[in-house]
């Protein structure tokens, strides 16, 4: 028997609309894949991935669970959110209508969860947007992004989010997502929060 590997486990849910790329983000982060078609029928629901806080010196074991499928019944059953220690609120940064309805994800997180949770704020598919030209010669938006980072900055602060933008495709701030999201946690464990 190997001794112990990890110092502490957390369970995190990731929530958001369908096809924000919540299943994506979990395969990127434990497999280090990105499916361009994944089958919904497989329904990824579970994964595990160590990541190490260095500062802290600190190996935390993360349980990811995702929504899989349940986006659709809005109402998740409590078991789901049970013992969460961090949510991630993911919107799609090319749909304006993803980025509004975390309000409702974060209002059910908020009813049912512990009000303690750690939540981060995932703007996704930022691949999607990098390398387009802001405006075209006429000077209107060509961009695909739908949500401004100010905008979701703002957001983020006024409900006391953590915030990032990733992509599961490039793999872009996906393990620091959930880093972030870990730090936290742990700072208020420290705190005795
Ligand atoms: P979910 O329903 O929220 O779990 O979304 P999925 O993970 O099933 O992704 C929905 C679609 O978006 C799939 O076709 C993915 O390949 C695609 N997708 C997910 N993440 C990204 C990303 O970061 N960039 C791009 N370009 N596509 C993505």
């Known amino acids: 028997m190997a001794g112990i590997s990890w110092h502490y486990v957390f369970k995190f849910i990731i929530t958001g609309d369908a096809a924000v790329g919540k299943s994506s983000l979990l395969i990127r982060l434990t497999d280090q894949r990105f499916l361009a078609n994944p089958d919904p029928t497989l329904g990824?629901?579970?994964?595990?991935?160590?990541?190490?806080?260095?500062?802290?010196?600190?190996?935390?074991?993360?349980?990811?669970?995702?929504?899989?499928?349940?986006?659709?019944?809005?109402?998740?059953?409590r078991s789901y959110y049970r013992g969460a220690a961090g949510c991630l609120l993911v919107y799609d940064v090319t749909s304006r209508k993803s980025f509004l309805n975390t309000r409702t994800w974060l209002a059910d997180v908020r009813q049912h969860a512990d009000p303690h949770l750690t939540c981060i704020l995932v703007g996704n598919k930022i691949d999607l947007c990098q390398d387009e030209p802001e405006t075209d010669q006429t000077g209107s938006a060509k961009s695909k992004r739908q949500v401004?980072?100010?905008?979701?900055?703002?957001?983020?602060?006024?409900?006391?989010?953590?915030?990032?933008?990733?992509?599961?495709?490039?793999?872009?701030?996906?393990?620091?997502?959930?880093?972030?999201?870990?730090?936290?946690?742990?700072?208020?464990?420290?705190?005795?929060?």
């Open 44 to 77: 990824v629901e579970f994964g595990s991935k160590l990541v190490t806080i260095p500062e802290e010196n600190k190996v935390v074991k993360l349980q990811c669970w995702d929504t899989a499928g349940t986006e659709s019944f809005r109402s998740i059953t």
């Open 148 to 193: 401004s980072v100010e905008e979701a900055e703002l957001y983020a602060k006024e409900e006391g989010l953590l915030f990032v933008e990733s992509s599961a495709k490039s793999g872009l701030n996906v393990e620091r997502a959930f880093e972030q999201a870990a730090r936290d946690i742990l700072d208020k464990i420290h705190r005795g929060a």
